[in-house]
């Protein structure tokens, strides 16, 4: 069993940044594959970025060039740095761990974009 807590959830305006932090227990970190997905109001949950073991990272088209994800292995966490943020980008924000072949959920961090 896998246990992922999120962080760094908050209120900023447009055009603001904000980082997020996902910690996962166990001592297999190393393999896991990593991802942040959302959910905005009267939506659907949809991925937003994913980095593999080895480091390789891909992104949503809607987010790619303002939003960069990254993980510590040592420190067992995974990061989402969000830059430039819009209003659209409000929702909960949920990190997956895909480890082997099952799937674990945070319990997600809430980002507000507004003015």
């Known amino acids: 069993q896998v246990q992922l807590v999120e962080s760094g959830g908050g209120l900023v305006q447009p055009g603001g940044s904000l980082r997020l932090s996902c910690t996962a227990s166990?001592?297999?970190?190393?393999?896991?594959?990593m991802n942040w997905y959302r959910q905005g109001p009267g939506k659907q949950r949809e991925w937003v970025a994913g980095?593999?073991?080895?480091?390789?990272?891909n992104y949503a088209d809607s987010v790619k060039d303002r939003f960069t994800i990254s993980r510590h292995n040592v420190k067992n966490t995974v990061y989402l740095q969000m830059n430039s943020l819009k209003p659209e980008d409000t929702g909960v924000y949920y990190c997956?761990?895909?480890?082997?072949?099952?799937?674990?959920w945070g319990q997600g961090t809430q980002v507000t974009v507004s003015s």
């Open positions: 166990g001592s297999m970190f190393t393999i896991y594959v």
């Open positions: 997956h761990a895909r480890v082997v072949r099952s799937d674990y």
């Open positions: 980095i593999t073991s080895a480091g390789n990272t």
